[in-house]
């Protein structure tokens, strides 16, 4: 079985038929999903704006954090569920949409991003007091994930004006 055999299989799901024909479930799904995107992108705009010394400098970045990257997993949860339910209502659609695709490909670098400053920095964090300003790891990762999601909620919003069906 293909990749295009399991879009065509998605697509045809009495679930995606559901979302696809009802005049209020779509709506109503992309609605939370972009209030979902949208408290993603702001907490994570709270710890880059960190990073690059603009923001919460009376905090440390380890604790500011750890107080906005809860909120952040519990919001990118909802937009993961709403994104893939919208995807299923047009599974062959999206899957053929150039602003889709770099969607996904801007998520993955956001991730390889955020995984790479985890995985390297992490354990530093705690290290930065309250007044420090982030080593240059650390702008650059801030400045690299501000760039991402830019890119990814203007190419999520290109979606809206593609014409996929």
Known sequence: MDISSIFVWIHATAFATAI???????PW???VHVLAITVV????????????GVTSMNRSVASLASEVL????????????????LF?????????NLEFRMKMILLVLAGINMMTFHGVMGRATANWDESGVAPWQGRVAGSISLVLWVGIVAFGRWIGFSNVR
Request: charged fraction near 10%.
């Open 20 to 26: 696809r024909e009802s005049s209020y479930l779509f």
């Open 88 to 96: 299923a209502s047009h599974a062959t659609g999206y899957a053929a």
């Open 41 to 52: 992108v702001g907490s994570i705009a709270v710890v880059d704006g960190r990073l690059l």
């Open 70 to 85: 809860p909120l952040t997993w519990i919001a990118f949860l909802a937009a993961v569920l709403t994104g893939a339910s």
């Open 29 to 31: 799904i992309e609605s």
